[in-house]
Structure formats: structure tokens, C-alpha cells
């Protein structure tokens, strides 16, 4: 495999866990109601691992909802 469709394959995945994930995050802010979510803070945690790879990617931070 090449750089090029490396980094293809590479940018492809991380889009799709970029999008699902929003998504994720935006049915369950609606699911849980607005009085419920807006203006405050929930934190946010990723894990990635890979098959096959020695490698667990810790990412976390914090979304706040709508007011």
C-alpha cells in the first residue's frame, strides 16, 4: 500500500468516527431535552484501539449543550 492510499484510508476512518460520533452526542443531547442539557457541561471520553497494533488512544474533554 502506498503513502497516498494510506493516508486515504487514514483520513476516510477519521472522518467517519468524527461524523458518527457528533451524531451520537447530538441524538442523546436531544433525547436527554434541552432543560436538561443546555449550558451545561458533560465530559467526554474516547477510547481508540486498534487490532493488531499496541496502541490505546486516550482522548477527553468536555462538550457543553445548547443553551
Known sequence: MS???????MR??????????????EEAMRAA???ATAGKSFQA???LTVGGL???HVVE???????
Open 3 to 9: 503513502d497516498e492510499d494510506f493516508n486515504m484510508t
Open 33 to 35: 431535552g434541552q432543560d
Open 54 to 56: 499496541d496502541i490505546e
Open 45 to 47: 471520553k474516547v477510547v
Open 12 to 25: 476516510k476512518f477519521l472522518k467517519q468516527v468524527g461524523v458518527t460520533s457528533q451524531q451520537a452526542i
Open 61 to 67: 474533554g468536555s462538550i457543553v449543550g445548547k443553551s
